[in-house]
């Protein structure tokens, strides 16, 4: 089993950066596809952006593009996501995930472990 466990969330004007930490316990996750995902209120959860276990791909929702950064730090069992220029849009519970293969992609449904997820609100 894999604890994933997100930090880092808060609030923040629009155009600030926050950066936000999964951290995994029970299991090394650096042969785990990870990703990360939000939901905002009266939303379903949606697709935020994803690496593979090595690093070397990445994908992105249109949303986010240019604006975030997904990033792993294997010998600390550790996924980043690095949010600058936020807009209030971003606001959303922001969670962590994770798949034992090497690439998941943005299939909500394919991910195994979720963290609680940590709250970004984002103020105009």
């Known amino acids: 089993q894999v604890q994933l466990v997100e930090s880092g969330g808060g609030l923040v004007q629009a155009g600030g950066s926050l950066r936000l930490s999964c951290v995994a316990s029970?299991?090394?996750?650096?042969?785990?596809?990870m990703g990360w995902f939000r939901q905002a209120p009266g939303k379903e959860r949606e697709f935020v952006a994803t690496?593979?276990?090595?690093?070397?791909?990445?994908n992105y929702a249109d949303s986010v593009t240019g604006r975030f950064t997904i990033s792993r730090d294997n010998a600390k069992n550790t996924v980043y996501l690095q949010m600058n220029n936020l807009k209030p849009e971003d606001t959303a519970v922001y969670y962590c995930?994770?798949?034992?293969?090497?690439?998941?992609?943005?299939?909500?449904?394919?991910?195994?472990?979720w963290g609680q997820g940590t709250q970004v609100t984002v103020s105009s």
């Open positions: 995930a994770a798949d034992p293969v090497n690439w998941v992609g943005s299939d909500i449904r394919e991910y195994d472990y």
């Open positions: 690496m593979n276990w090595g690093g070397s791909r990445t």
């Open positions: 029970g299991r090394t996750v650096s042969r785990y596809a």
